[in-house]
């Protein structure tokens, strides 16, 4: 439930971003990336944004979260390879020490603003 | 119209985690934090812990619970500083920010110190993704959960410096293979140090404290 103040950061960001652009702008999308390695859990971030929102000009918004693989380089061979488990496993040499070079991202991309109706 | 941020969601957060950073190394303080599933034996460990390095290194705790002052009263015995964060202050968190750890450690003489503990709040989660400004994140995995946690919590083992096995007293009459737990700890994190302990018996402690001794003269 730690996506609970996960959520608050990036409405903070966002809310920051939109004002500046001009505080009559609504928010119309909101694009994230969640790394595959982190312990964020996207329908929670949805339901805690629209909890969150309601009524303020970021309300109704639709988020895109694109999920980001964990890619790994692999310390005995120095292959880079994209990884569905936390368990990293070379599949080039099967060794099993290996660095996450992607993965652990939480990053707020971009948002959509419009005029309100 | 798009507005281009690309701004990380945590950025907050490791903010004030590298001025923690900061103010622990201009101090010489070693900051452990302590992670774990609510009932794994942090406190247990910590007061154990206190009275073995009592004498040679002086020690603060500040301890994270979302409610009550219960852990530490258990650790007020010790002639140890400690700074209760309670985080239904903040909204009931399951687990700690750098921010919490900024107040609490306003409250304590860091002249006086050499190790600063922190007790997160009892989670096999959250904890895992704040970063505390700490110099080694310390994850606890009792006998009693079973060897299968790191791999069902992979995150809370994969950053830790340390994963340490606990309530080993136990061994004899659980079911509980600690090989097979310490090696699902390395398939995720190959570089962690891997200890078994029991803070009951004493079990291991021996090595926790070198280890801490070891940290804390390479600070």
């Given at each position: 439930?730690?996506?609970?103040?996960?959520?608050?950061?990036?409405?903070?960001?966002?809310?920051?971003?939109r004002s500046d652009a001009g505080s009559h702008l609504i928010?119309?999308?909101?694009?994230?990336?969640?790394?595959?390695?982190?312990?964020?859990?996207?329908?929670?971030?949805?339901?805690?944004?629209?909890?969150?929102?309601?009524?303020?000009?970021?309300?109704?918004?639709?988020?895109?979260?694109?999920?980001?693989?964990?890619?790994?380089?692999?310390?005995?061979?120095?292959?880079?390879?994209?990884?569905?488990?936390?368990?990293?496993?070379?599949?080039?040499?099967?060794?099993?020490?290996?660095?996450?070079?992607?993965?652990?991202?939480?990053?707020?991309?971009?948002?959509?603003v419009?005029e309100?109706? | 119209m798009?507005?281009?941020?690309?701004?990380?969601?945590?950025?907050?957060?490791?903010?004030?985690?590298?001025?923690?950073?900061?103010?622990?190394?201009?101090?010489?303080?070693?900051?452990?934090?302590?992670?774990?599933?609510?009932?794994?034996?942090?406190?247990?460990?910590?007061?154990?812990?206190?009275?073995?390095?009592?004498?040679?290194?002086?020690?603060?705790?500040?301890?994270?619970?979302?409610?009550?002052?219960?852990?530490?009263?258990?650790?007020?015995?010790?002639?140890?500083?400690?700074?209760?964060?309670?985080?239904?202050?903040?909204?009931?968190?399951?687990?700690?920010?750098?921010?919490?750890?900024?107040?609490?450690?306003?409250?304590?003489?860091?002249?006086?110190?050499?190790?600063?503990?922190?007790?997160?709040?009892?989670?096999?989660?959250?904890?895992?993704?704040?970063?505390?400004?700490?110099?080694?994140?310390?994850?606890?995995?009792?006998?009693?959960?079973?060897?299968?946690?790191?791999?069902?919590?992979?995150?809370?083992?994969?950053?830790?410096?340390?994963?340490?096995?606990?309530?080993?007293?136990?061994?004899?009459?659980?079911?509980?293979?600690?090989?097979?737990?310490?090696?699902?700890?390395?398939?995720?994190?190959?570089?962690?140090?891997?200890?078994?302990?029991?803070?009951?018996?004493?079990?291991?402690?021996?090595?926790?404290?070198?280890?801490?001794?070891?940290?804390?003269?390479?600070?």
């Open positions: 439930m730690h996506e609970l103040s996960v959520t608050q950061e990036i409405i903070d960001t966002i809310e920051q971003a928010v119309t999308a909101v694009h994230l990336k969640i790394g595959r390695f982190t312990a964020v859990v996207p329908d929670y971030l949805r339901r805690y944004y629209e909890m969150l929102t309601q009524n303020t000009p970021l309300h109704g918004a639709e988020l895109h979260i694109e999920l980001v693989p964990i890619v790994a380089r692999c310390r005995a061979c120095g292959a880079e390879f994209v990884s569905d488990s936390p368990m990293l496993l070379c599949p080039e040499c099967g060794a099993t020490r290996a660095d996450v070079l992607a993965g652990r991202d939480l990053l707020v991309e971009s948002i959509e419009d309100p109706d | 798009e507005i281009k941020i690309v701004k990380k969601i945590l950025e907050k957060n490791d903010a004030a985690a590298g001025e923690l950073r900061t103010l622990f190394a201009q101090n010489n303080i070693l900051a452990v934090n302590l992670m774990s599933s609510p009932g794994s034996g942090k406190t247990a460990l910590l007061d154990r812990t206190l009275e073995l390095l009592a004498g040679d290194l002086r020690c603060a705790v500040i301890e994270g619970d979302i409610a009550t002052t219960l852990d530490a009263e258990r650790l007020a015995r010790h002639n140890a500083p400690l700074v209760q964060v309670n985080t239904d202050t903040f909204g009931g968190d399951c687990h700690l920010e750098a921010n919490m750890i900024a107040g609490a450690v306003e409250q304590l003489d860091l002249d006086a110190l050499d190790i600063v503990f922190i007790e997160n709040v009892g989670n096999l989660v959250c904890p895992a993704e704040f970063d505390l400004g700490e110099d080694m994140k310390v994850s606890l995995l009792s006998a009693t959960e079973g060897e299968d946690k790191p791999l069902k919590y992979p995150l809370m083992f994969r950053v830790c410096g340390t994963a340490i096995i606990t309530k080993c007293d136990l061994l004899g009459v659980l079911d509980f293979d600690a090989a097979a737990a310490a090696d699902n700890v390395r398939k995720v994190n190959p570089d962690a140090r891997i200890l078994q302990t029991s803070a009951k018996t004493g079990q291991g402690m021996d090595e926790w404290i070198a280890l801490l001794k070891e940290l804390f003269g390479n600070k």
